[in-house]
């Protein structure tokens, strides 16, 4: 596989937008999820698609806000954050999952995406 690259982090204001990408050639028949990690706490569950992207799943404290899409033409998955909170302020990484593990452990669990790439800043000021 190639290798996951975020890009698209920023600063943005509260209740602005602000849209990641995630560059993931070779990922076509992953699941590929979202997840962030705020200076001092654990790396959590944003959000995933599913490999054929008919399905995605989010974290309640986005659920409404932020959209996860991709295009496997592209070998693009993207994340549309809208309604931003200074909470929302993390590094978000992409990460790719085996559909297979996925199914048996849950979308949530960490140690069931094998691949992830180096992260982007989102900030979000009031």
């Known amino acids: 596989q190639e290798q996951l690259v975020e890009s698209g982090g920023g600063l943005a204001q509260a209740g602005g937008s602000l849209k990641l990408s995630c560059a993931a050639a070779?990922?076509?028949?992953?699941?590929l999820g979202w997840f962030r990690q705020a200076p001092g706490e654990e790396r959590e569950f944003v959000g995933v698609?599913?490999?054929?992207?008919?399905?995605?799943f989010y974290a309640a404290s986005v659920k409404g806000r932020f959209t996860i899409s991709r295009d496997n033409a592209k070998n693009m998955v993207y994340l549309q954050m809208n309604s931003l909170k200074p909470e929302d302020t993390a590094v978000y990484y992409c990460?790719?999952?085996?559909?297979?593990?996925?199914?048996?452990?849950?979308?949530?669990?960490?140690?069931?995406?094998?691949?992830w790439g180096q992260g982007t800043q989102v900030t979000v000021s009031s």
């Open positions: 698609i599913t490999d054929s992207g008919d399905r995605t």
């Open positions: 070779g990922f076509n028949t992953y699941s």
């Open positions: 990460a790719a999952g085996s559909p297979r593990v996925l199914r048996e452990y849950g979308n949530t669990w960490l140690r069931g995406y094998e691949y």
